[in-house]
C-alpha cells in the first residue's frame, strides 16, 4: 500500500519557519518512502480563513520546491461530510448541545474551586466543561435553542470512552522509520471535547479524523503541539470506525526566547523572509533539515 503523508496548514495567517519545518519534513519521508504528499487546507473557520492566505501558503510551499497531489482539499468544501459523521455520533447519544458562555464557564469552575480544590485543566491549560447541561432533556434543548442561546456540540466523553471500551492506543514513529512506540491515548484529559458549533458542522478534532480517512493518510506528521489531541482523536477514529493512521509529532521551531512561533510574529514568516533574499536551502538551513538529494 503506498504511502499517504499531508500538511494541513490553516490560513488565518502567513505561513512561517514552523510551518515550513513539518512541510519540508512530510514531503521529504514522503519521498523516502516513495509516498504521496497532499495539501489539506483547514479553514473551516470561515471568519478568520482568507482565500489570500491560502494562495500566499501555496505560492510560498511551491518555492520551498514542494509538490503536491491535485486537487488539494479543502475542508470549507466538505461541511456535508462532517455533518455526516456528527450525526452518527449524535444517533447514539453520545454528543449533547452546550449552552455556558466562556464567562459561565468561569463562574462555575470559580466556584467550585471555592469549595473542592483545583478544577481539571485539558492539556491545553483550559478548564474542562463543567457539564450542567450534559442532561438535559429534548424539549429543555429545545426551548433554549428556541430563544435563539449560542451553543456548540460537545462529545459526552465518558460515554464515548465506555463505549468503545478496550484502552486506546496509537503508534508513534520515531526518526528512524523502522522504530515505533505504541502510545496510551487518554481522551478523558480533556474532558467534554467541541465536535461542533451551532454555525459549522464541525471542529478541527472532527475534521481532521474524517478527513485523514477520506484522504487515506497513513502517515500523520505533525508539531509536538498536537500530540495530546491525538488521543481525541483515536478516540473519533474508533467510535467513527475510521482507520487509525502512525502518527509522528516533531519539534517545534522556537524564536529567541524559546516561545513557539506565531503567525502574529512576522519577522520568520516565508514571505518575509523570501522578500530579504533568503533562497530555499537557507530555509532548510535555519529550521535544521538537510538539503534535498538532486
Ligand atoms: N491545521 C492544523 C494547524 O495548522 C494542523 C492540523 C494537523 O496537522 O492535524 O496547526
Same mark, same amino acid.
Given at each position: 500500500?503506498?504511502?499517504?503523508? &499531508?500538511?494541513?496548514? %490553516?490560513?488565518?495567517?502567513?505561513l512561517?519557519?514552523? *510551518?515550513?519545518? %513539518? =512541510? ?7 519521498r ?12 473551516? $473557520?470561515?471568519? &478568520? ?9 501555496l ?13 488539494? !482539499?479543502?475542508?470549507?468544501? *466538505? ?5 455526516? @459523521?456528527?450525526?452518527k455520533?449524535? /444517533?447514539r ?9 466562556? @464567562? ?6 470559580? @466556584?467550585?474551586? /471555592?469549595v ?5 485543566r ?11 447541561? #450534559?442532561?438535559?432533556d ?10 435563539? !442561546?449560542?451553543?456548540?456540540? #460537545?462529545?459526552?466523553?465518558?460515554a ?5 471500551? =478496550? =484502552?486506546?492506543?496509537?503508534?508513534? *514513529? +520515531? ?12 481522551p478523558s ?24 480517512a477520506?484522504?487515506?493518510?497513513t ?7 498536537? &500530540? ?20 509522528? *509529532? ?6 529567541d %526566547? +524559546? ?7 512576522? $519577522? ?9 533574499g =533568503? ?5 532548510r538551513?535555519?529550521? +535544521? ?6
Amino acid at each position: 500500500m503506498q504511502s499517504v503523508f &499531508r500538511f494541513a496548514p %490553516s490560513p488565518n495567517g502567513e505561513l512561517h519557519l514552523g *510551518h515550513a519545518y %513539518s =512541510a519540508m519534513l512530510n514531503y521529504d519521508l514522503a519521498r523516502s518512502i516513495g509516498g504521496k504528499f497532499l495539501i489539506r487546507i483547514e479553514d473551516i $473557520d470561515v471568519v &478568520r480563513c482568507r482565500r489570500e492566505y491560502e494562495m500566499q501558503a501555496l505560492d510560498d510551499l511551491a518555492w520551498l520546491g514542494l509538490r503536491w497531489e491535485t486537487p488539494i !482539499r479543502r475542508q470549507s468544501e *466538505h461541511f456535508e461530510d462532517y455533518r455526516r @459523521a456528527l450525526e452518527k455520533l449524535m /444517533a447514539r447519544g453520545l454528543v449533547y448541545p452546550a449552552f455556558m458562555s466562556r @464567562a459561565e464557564i468561569r463562574s462555575q469552575v470559580e @466556584a467550585r474551586e /471555592a469549595v473542592g480544590g483545583r478544577w481539571p485543566r485539558d492539556p491545553d491549560g483550559a478548564s474542562l466543561y463543567p457539564g450542567l447541561d #450534559r442532561d438535559l432533556d429534548l424539549p429543555a434543548e429545545e426551548a433554549l435553542m428556541a430563544e435563539g !442561546r449560542s451553543y456548540a456540540f #460537545r462529545l459526552k466523553m465518558d460515554a464515548a470512552v465506555a463505549e468503545v471500551g =478496550a =484502552a486506546l492506543y496509537w503508534n508513534e *514513529h +520515531g526518526s528512524e522509520a523502522s522504530c515505533y512506540v505504541r502510545v496510551a491515548a487518554e481522551p478523558s484529559l480533556w474532558g467534554d471535547v467541541i465536535v461542533a458549533r451551532k454555525e459549522i458542522p464541525t471542529s478541527y478534532h472532527l475534521s481532521v479524523v474524517v478527513d485523514d480517512a477520506a484522504q487515506g493518510v497513513t502517515h500523520v506528521v505533525r508539531g509536538e503541539d498536537l &500530540r495530546p489531541a491525538t488521543a481525541v482523536h483515536r478516540l473519533l477514529q474508533r467510535l467513527l470506525k475510521l482507520p487509525a493512521p502512525l502518527y509522528r *509529532h516533531h519539534r517545534l521551531i522556537l524564536d529567541d %526566547s +524559546g516561545r513557539k512561533l506565531s503567525k502574529t510574529y512576522r $519577522d520568520t514568516s516565508l514571505a518575509t523572509l523570501r522578500k530579504s533574499g =533568503a533562497d530555499p536551502a537557507d530555509i532548510r538551513h535555519l529550521v +535544521g533539515l538537510p538539503q534535498p538529494p538532486l
